[in-house]
T-cell receptor, first 108, second 115 residues
Framework: KNEVEQSPQNLTAQEGEFITINCSYS?????LHWLQQHPGGGIVSLFM???GKKKHGRLIATINIQEKHSSLHITASHPRDSAVYIC??????????FGTGTRLAVRP | GAVVSQHPSRVICKSGTSVKIECRSL??????MFWYRQFPKQSLMLMAT?????????EQGVEKDKFLINHASLTLSTLTVTSAHPEDSSFYIC???????????FGPGTRLTVT
């Protein structure tokens, strides 16, 4: 079992839909990152969380430390949101442990 | 915001040659830089962690003599793939972190193809 599990692995949505991507982890962490990787490969850091909730535009990220779970929500999804979304956790030291990613396709 | 660049973005080289990839933090001092490798449809795999002015720490299974990492300044780290082979073809991504910060800033990646 991976230390960081994401679900779903693949997700297809219609434009405008509300999307939720989940991340569960099994280790104690100091921070959790949500990353976005577009088909070209470049990675953008969306959020870094250690507690609570953060919002940026149409994106919302929440984390429940007790339950070792985080969610990334996209409101009013758009085709340009199509990408791979990766959850990564920072436990001991500087290293990040990555989930396998959720591939999102938003259809117009 | 913090910006990390990589150069080149794409490189094609012949088998047996060496390739150098640069990772630069453009607007902050990066005390730690990380090098990752990503195979198609897989997640990032950490290759090594480098701290400015000291030797890189390599992950298990990563050959330090093949993947030479230099972090000579607080804004530049380089990864040199020596005697490249087709199996080294991959997407290489760096990230950079400030001192005492949990945040990592990722570069845009370099796609290496070895023919």
């Amino acid at each position: 079992k991976n230390e960081v599990e994401q679900s779903p692995q693949n997700l297809t949505a219609q434009e405008g839909e509300f999307i939720t991507i989940n991340c569960s982890y099994s280790v104690g962490i100091s921070a959790l990152h949500w990353l976005q990787q577009h088909p070209g490969g470049g990675i953008v850091s969306l959020f870094m969380l250690s507690s609570g909730k953060k919002k940026h535009g149409r994106l919302i990220a929440t984390i429940n430390i007790q339950e070792k779970h985080s969610s990334l929500h996209i409101t009013a999804s758009h085709p340009r949101d199509s990408a791979v979304y990766i959850c990564a956790v920072k436990s001991s030291g500087d290293k990040l442990t990555f989930g396998t990613g959720t591939r999102l396709a938003v259809r117009p | 915001g913090a910006v990390v660049s990589q150069h080149p973005s794409r490189v094609i080289c012949k088998s047996g040659t060496s390739v150098k990839i640069e990772c630069r933090s453009l607007d902050f001092q990066a005390t730690t830089m990380f090098w990752y490798r990503q195979f198609p449809k897989q997640s990032l795999m950490l290759m090594a962690t480098s701290n400015e002015g000291s030797k890189a720490t390599y992950e298990q299974g990563v050959e330090k003599d093949k993947f030479l990492i230099n972090h000579a300044s607080l804004t530049l780290s380089t990864l040199t793939v020596t005697s490249a082979h087709p199996e080294d073809s991959s997407f290489y991504i760096c990230s950079a972190a400030r001192a005492r910060s949990y945040e990592q800033y990722f570069g845009p990646g370099t796609r290496l193809t070895v023919t």
